[in-house]
């Protein structure tokens, strides 16, 4: 089972960009549907956005359509979530996680492995 570690969080004000990091090790990277989901304090994790095997087709929470975009780079075992016009609603830890087969899904029982999660905090 894939082993993942995210980076790139960090402090910003509204209106930033932030680009982060997930790295996976210990499978076959470019077998797993990949995705980031988000927590803020007090609330339950949610859906941000997904990728397919070959990074060809994408899905994304209608909060973040049009500021956010992911990215995987398979001879890297990466994938990115860039973060543009970040709001302080944006304000989360955020985690990202890996699902076996084929189809972008926003369950997050449907993945089966998570990283630690990276905080990222955006002021007004």
């Known amino acids: 089972q894939v082993q993942l570690v995210e980076s790139g969080g960090g402090l910003v004000q509204a209106g930033a960009s932030l680009r982060l990091s997930c790295t996976a090790s210990g499978g076959t990277f470019n077998r797993y549907v990949m995705g980031w989901f988000r927590q803020a304090p007090g609330k339950e994790r949610e859906f941000v956005a997904a990728i397919t095997w070959s990074g060809g087709s994408t899905y994304y929470a209608d909060p973040v359509k049009g500021r956010f975009t992911i990215s995987r780079d398979n001879a890297k075992n990466t994938v990115y979530l860039q973060m543009n016009s970040l709001k302080p609603e944006d304000t989360a830890v955020y985690y990202c996680?890996?699902?076996?087969?084929?189809?972008?899904?926003?369950?997050?029982?449907?993945?089966?492995?998570w990283g630690q999660g990276t905080q990222v905090t955006v002021s007004s």
């Open positions: 996680a890996a699902r076996s087969g084929f189809r972008l899904s926003p369950q997050a029982n449907e993945y089966i492995s």
